[in-house]
């Protein structure tokens, strides 16, 4: 089944073939043989290129958040009108905890000017740091947390206005 999936406010077409443990994952016509195997509670063993890597997956209503290779992303997938929407400049971004956890660092302020891919935030979760970055160009409408700060999965933590 092929999905349209948002990654940092870029949208890729992505299908998923599975057979037994393995699987071919097609991203934008790039395919990628792989083996994913459950380990506990949201993390898997994922085989991909001949290395072995530990992942991590939180789901929450239309959010999927995957921690691997050092680093969190949200994906979603969006039906067409939002997506139209957000291809024309409406809207704000708003970066949301993928999992419970306490703010060790704050990287920007209301106000500031940030380009997709910008550290915004430290969190840390079950031991592991994780950098939240920009899903789009734009600037800081608020940041909702300060250091130290104790969120729950889903919580809003840094909001982006469209850059004019």
Do not use: Y
């Not at 999936?5 to 998923?16: D, K």
């Not at 071919?24 to 994913?36: E, I, K, N, P």
């Not at 691997?68 to 024309?88: I, K, M, N, Q, W």
Request: aromatic share 4%.
């Amino acid at each position: 089944m092929k999905r349209e999936i948002g990654i940092r406010g870029e949208f890729q077409t992505v299908s998923l073939m599975r057979r037994g443990d393995a699987a071919t994952l097609d991203v934008d016509a790039r395919q990628h043989a792989c083996v994913m195997h459950p380990v506990g509670a949201g993390q898997f063993q994922l085989a991909i290129g001949g290395k072995t890597h530990r992942v991590w997956v939180v789901t929450h209503r239309d959010a999927v958040w995957v921690h691997a290779f050092g680093r969190t992303f949200e994906l979603e997938v969006l039906d067409p009108v939002e997506r139209a929407a957000r291809a024309s400049g409406g809207g704000d971004s708003v970066i949301k905890a993928p999992m419970p956890g306490v703010v060790i660092a704050v990287l920007v302020a209301a106000g500031d000017l940030v380009k997709r891919g910008q550290a915004l935030m430290v969190i840390e979760s079950m031991k592991m740091q994780t950098e939240l970055q920009a899903t789009r160009d734009g600037e800081v409408d608020e940041v909702a947390v300060g250091v130290g700060s104790v969120f729950d999965r889903g919580a809003r933590l840094v909001t982006l206005k469209m850059g004019n």
